[in-house]
């Protein structure tokens, strides 16, 4: 019924820049939240960005003063500066979304690969 879905992945030289969409559709009455996770070959996954519906924002450490996320609506967008190879993971688009019966649930896209290597 809903459906999240990324784009924007590739790879990318260390010091690049990507940009990173996702775009969530269906059933939606509102949208709380929306943000991104990574998780690299080995690793658990993790927390990159998120941004509520007040504006405010929480970055994992790692990547602060290098990212940016933004959202307009139902979009959400991941800007990557100043990459390193370390940042190369599959990057999962999370939403949390309320439907038309006032059920909070979250979503996850199948999630776009960036790799970062000369």
């Known amino acids: 019924q809903v459906q999240l879905v990324e784009s924007g992945g590739g790879l990318v030289q260390p010091g690049g820049s990507l940009r990173l969409s996702c775009v969530a559709s269906?059933?939606?009455?509102?949208?709380?939240?929306m943000g991104w996770y990574r998780q690299a070959p080995g690793k658990e996954r993790e927390l990159v960005a998120v941004?509520?519906?007040?504006?405010s924002t929480n970055y994992a450490d790692s990547v602060k003063g290098r990212f940016s996320i933004s959202r307009e609506r139902n979009t959400v967008y991941l800007q990557m500066n100043s990459l390193k190879p370390e940042d190369t993971a599959v990057y999962f688009c999370?939403?949390?979304?309320?439907?038309?019966?006032?059920?909070?649930?979250?979503?996850w896209g199948k999630g776009t690969l960036v790799t970062v290597s000369s």
């Open positions: 269906g059933s939606i009455f509102s949208i709380n939240g």
């Open positions: 941004k509520g519906n007040g504006g």
């Open positions: 999370y939403a949390r979304i309320v439907d038309y019966s006032a059920r909070g649930t979250d979503y």
